[in-house]
């Protein structure tokens, strides 16, 4: 029988396939236990990262980063090139006596071979250099302090001149310490009368000047003859505005009024584009108006032909021109109710309202003290004339204000009535009128003689002037503290705890102007200025209308005469903050309020300023600074005072005026901050009080209060002590003022009980104007120059 063959199944090609199961007809539920709480998801092991550049992008940029800064400083030399190009303006200050700008100038036009011309030593020359296709616009000045740091704002090169035979003196230091702090472009150092000192000194002579340049100037790396040229420098807080240095100023007065007209000026515009539009700033004057911008037509030298014919750039329009108006006009009838001033409280006659001005009249907010005026013999004291009970000469002045009027008829007859009692009442017995409180009635006859005592050698052996506690206030004894303090706060945090900036704001913050957003203004305005018919390097003429003619009687072609251009919106009033720092020589006090000089950038203005500390606003603060009474040394701080408003970071440098602007005395330096009318400022005082029992936590505390209805309205607020302790008032023991508290852990005997109370502060207003000073041409006298001539 044969053998049977194995089976072998062979898969048929065609099979028959059927169609898969479309799962989005799938239920919902059979997709969740198909999936089985899974979640897909993409994986991110080789994803690309959000954000990562490569290596590519990183060349790319880099590339357009190097051609954008060749752009710039392309556009930077055409600016001084070319032959209608804008000269570089170079100011030449003398250091120290027996130097002078002219005798420099006469080494520059040698280097170049031409000859001087013969001119006085202040004076503002050009000097065309062929053989560097530069030009060069010298400002010669002498030494007085106003004319160096206007010319120092404006210049591209400033030139230091030394001598190898005088030291610099202390006019000189400060001129070197005012234009580093209110900063410089290109610096550049010479010293003169080298051949009068031998040669085996002259290095040595080298070394020790350019070592005391560098104290001020830490970038320059030796000195200079000035015959070099170099591109100047940028200056960040001038090159945002327009400005100009005046060659030519005439004046065309109105025909209404002689004394009020047009000023013409003329000079190369610098910084951005200048606008018909905009305000310029006049030094010593003020704000004004622009009417229009015209070219002016250069002379060259070579042809005396003018370059270009005058024609108008652009005219102002009366719709879009900014206005002088600083201040809005506050509407009385939309503000809410305040505290009355000092003076509705004289004219309304209110002698409940004899406290000083930033205390309310009582004990509860919106109420009059009670005060009890009563008539009893001559020698009674006040505990005896409290149990003096007469309902017909007993009354007080809420009875007198409801009664006034509805009696305004019969005040002559009761007057009259009341004399002639008194007369009668004067033959029989002396007498006076006693005025107490309602409340508080004898209370230095209720007091126990040994206490009295005790509380006024407490008093004797408190440090007022600790400055671990500069705030330390005492509670007075003839006002009720409730009174006295109660335009004061508790804060739990002084950091956290809430404070709303538009609570019972005085009605100068009516005037003020606030910016929804100022950083986002600042970007806006800043960008705007950019654009301009009267573009920088042109030779352009400004036509200022309205101006009063002393401006053109004052100008001295001999000295600097700045024109500079506004932003919009900083003509207007606000909240300035200035971040200060002392400058160390000068040790006298600086106190809040004091009257001092600001430069401001191209401003300059009196300010009498309030201090505050200097912290960085972070997230979760409330914006409130604590008050300091003086400018101290080695500490920033915060100086605050109603003026124009600032767009960009200017530098600032702030003097003690002495009369004169030469030996005034530069007292802080610093820069712009912030336009916030919201920034509180609290002046914070410390009541302070000591231990007569304890008790482990609770204690008895005495002193700090004088009777029961302060302590139960200062109840409410946290109390520390110098320990470190803190607690709260529990309850008022006795008709004293004592006070049972309770702290977290025991206080010592030795202790002392504070309690921090904070009251808003606020500037001066109408105090910020515009200085007027330095338009005498007084000079430091140079002492060895006026030996020579006499020789």
Known sequence: MPSEKPFHHRASHLKQTNKPFKSKHATKGALKDKTKGKVSRTSVKNAPRKGAVTKADRKNSARLHQQKQRAELIKRHRFFEGKDAAPKTVAIVPLCSGVSAYDLVVNLYKSVDKSPPETTEREIMNLKADRFKQTLQLVLLSRNFIDIIDACKVADFVIF??????????????????????????????????????????????????????????????????????????????????????????????????????????????????????????????????????????????????????KTLETADPALRDSLVAENEPDLMQNEQTWPTREELDKAGDLSMSVESDNLPDAKPGTTPKRIVKRVPKGTSAYQAAWIVDSEEEYSEEDDDEDETMACDDDQEEESSIKQIEEEDEEEEEYEEIELEARNRALSDQMDENEEKQLQEYL????????????????????????????????????????????????????????????????????????????????????????????????????????????????????????????????????????????????????????????????????????????????????????????????????????????????????????????????????????????????????MFFNPEDVQWFKPVRLHSKYGRTGHIKESLGTHGHMKCVFDSPIKQQDTVMMYLYKRVYPIWGTTEIWNGGLEDKIIEDEIRERKMEM
Request: aromatic share 10%.
């Open 460 to 703: 004797k052996k408190q440090n007022r002037e600790d400055l671990q506690f500069p705030d330390e206030v005492d509670t007075p004894m003839d006002i009720s503290a409730r009174v006295r303090f109660q335009r004061y706060r508790g804060l739990e945090s002084f950091r956290t705890s809430p404070w709303d900036p538009y609570e019972n704001l005085p009605i100068d913050y009516a005037r003020i102007f606030q910016f929804a957003d100022y950083k986002r203004t600042v970007k806006r305005v800043t960008a705007e200025a950019l654009i301009g018919a009267a573009k920088p390097g042109m030779r352009i003429t400004l036509h200022i209308s309205n101006v009063p003619k002393e401006v053109k009687e004052s100008f001295n072609p001999s000295r600097p005469f700045i024109i500079f251009g506004l932003l919009q919106h900083e003509h207007r009033i606000s909240v300035l903050n200035f971040v200060l720092t002392r400058t160390p020589h000068y040790t006298e006090p600086i106190k809040s309020k004091d009257p001092l000089l600001i430069q401001c950038g191209f401003r300059r203005y009196t300010i009498y300023p309030l201090f505050s500390q200097h912290t960085h606003s972070k997230k979760g603060t409330n914006n409130v600074h604590k008050f300091e009474k003086f400018l101290n040394v080695g500490r920033t701080s915060i100086a605050t005072v109603y003026g124009p408003i600032v767009f960009g970071v200017m530098p600032c440098l702030v003097f003690k005026d002495t009369g004169d602007i030469n030996d005034s005395i530069l007292v802080a330096t610093g820069s712009f901050n912030s336009v916030d009318p919201t920034r509180i400022i609290a002046k914070r005082i410390i009541l302070t009080g000591y231990p007569l029992k304890i008790n482990k936590r609770s204690a008895v505390i005495r002193f």
């Open 161 to 310: 001149i030394m001598s190898a035979e005088v030291e610099v003196d202390e006019f000189g230091e400060k001129c070197l310490q005012t234009l580093q702090a209110q900063g410089v472009p290109s610096v550049v150092s010479t010293v003169m009368h080298l051949d009068s000192v031998p040669v085996k000194k002259r290095n040595d002579v080298k070394k020790s000047l350019l070592s005391f340049i560098q104290h001020y100037f830490p970038s320059e790396t030796k000195l200079y003859c000035g015959s070099e040229t170099q591109t100047p420098k940028e200056i960040l807080w001038r090159d945002t505005h327009p400005y100009l240095l005046a060659e030519d100023v005439s004046f065309i007065a109105n025909d209404d009024n002689e004394n009020i007209g047009t000023l013409r000026v003329s000079g190369y515009a610098r910084g951005v584009p200048f606008s018909a539009n905009r305000l310029v700033h006049l030094q010593n004057y003020g704000d004004f108006q622009l009417k229009e911008i015209s070219s002016c037509p250069t002379i060259r030298e070579d042809t005396e032909e003018m370059a270009m014919d005058a």
